[in-house]
């Protein structure tokens, strides 16, 4: 048992010293200053950061330098992450993912253009993508912007073997339930003439994270309490989720049984049997996808994600369930349903002014 103990202290300390050694927040000029979690940030000098307002956001896709490596490194440290993220030197920017900024509307555009500095593109991230907030000083309160890191190797099935959207898709939905044979999932998400690739609809939804900056659609802090109630200061918040009892909580109404048993990322207990038991329960809510239906955050970014992709950029989104290679039901789109009327009205208003 004292040896256990001591084992435990020592990874403290180790820990420690690196988070000090990988974290430890500096000043220089022209740096900027990134949110690992609440509490922590770190000097980070990035490309472009100076007046990155003024490059088109298609130019705004990068590499990973070494010094934002170190930084996405301690996020992984925080998290609890084993991976390590990788430097990459990039020659030009991924076409596809400039398509997708380009076909946003000017109105999305323009939001954009004072809020998203950059694109970083890297591996070992162990998830798609995550977006990570900047601020002008240590001790500032409100970020001016935001940076989004891609991991290039959740898209990719092994080295020069990219996923196509509707297989990564797939492999995401089919992710959060145990597999089990004949049942499947097979997804539609793009027209052939598109041009998108895997990385668009994850791009989208750190692109609705950093819309939401500063505008009071919910929280700013994820982990901040709430009297019961306080849901209704917040206008996207409120369609969906409640705050009881110190948390937040989806409305009676739009809960679902194994909706809490379901996993993106770790160990799922709702087997692929019941997959149109499950998808049906989803079409009874407003919530867009499965995986929106985890947390008000992944809400926010689902919903934005799949209105852009299906409303804005005119693209498919259809979901197949199969048993033993026969499809048993389609999911589609909820943005011309009822259900998600009200959504709808938020994004066209959220979007417009």
Aim: aromatic share 10%; net charge neutral.
């Amino acid at each position: 048992m004292r040896n256990r103990w001591l084992l435990i202290v020592g990874a403290s300390v180790v820990l420690g010293l690196l988070l000090s050694l990988i974290l430890k927040p500096h000043s220089s000029g022209g740096q900027t200053y990134l949110a690992v979690d609440q509490s922590r940030r770190v000097a980070v000098e990035l490309p472009a950061v100076i007046g990155f307002e003024k490059l088109p956001l298609e130019q705004r896709i990068f590499g990973t330098p070494n010094e934002l490596v170190n930084f996405l490194y301690g996020v992984n440290i925080v998290n609890g992450v084993k991976g390590v993220p990788l430097a990459l030197a990039l020659p030009a920017p991924p076409a596809a993912l400039q398509a997708v900024l380009a076909a946003l509307p000017a109105a999305i555009r323009e939001k954009l253009s004072g809020k998203l500095i950059g694109i970083y593109l890297t591996s070992g991230l162990d998830t798609g993508g995550i977006t990570k907030l900047a601020y002008r000083e240590l001790d500032s309160v409100q970020p001016f912007g935001a940076i989004v890191a891609l991991d290039l190797r959740n898209f990719q099935t092994g080295p020069h073997r990219p996923l196509s959207l509707d297989q990564w898709m797939a492999l995401r939905e089919s992710s959060a339930f145990v597999p089990l044979k004949p049942f499947a999932i097979e997804a539609r998400l793009l027209e052939d003439s598109s041009g998108f690739d895997a990385m668009e609809y994850t791009l989208l939804r750190e692109l609705g994270q950093i819309l939401a900056l500063n505008s009071g659609v919910y929280p700013a802090a994820q982990q901040e309490a709430f009297p019961d109630g306080a849901e209704h200061k917040y206008p996207f918040l409120e369609l969906s989720w409640q705050f009881k009892n110190g948390g937040l909580q989806p409305r009676p109404e739009f809960d679902f049984k194994g909706r809490q048993e379901l996993s993106y990322g770790g160990k799922p207990k709702v087997k692929a049997s019941q997959l149109r038991e499950v998808y049906e329960r989803l079409e009874q809510t407003n919530f867009p996808t499965l995986l929106a239906a985890q947390g008000p955050f992944d809400d926010f970014a689902e919903s934005f994600a799949s209105y852009v992709h299906t409303q804005l950029l005119h693209q498919p989104f259809e979901l197949r369930l199969l048993n033993a290679g026969k499809v048993v039901k389609t999911i589609h789109s909820c943005w011309d349903e009822p259900r998600c009327a009200k959504k709808r009205e938020f994004f066209e208003r959220f979007l417009a002014n």
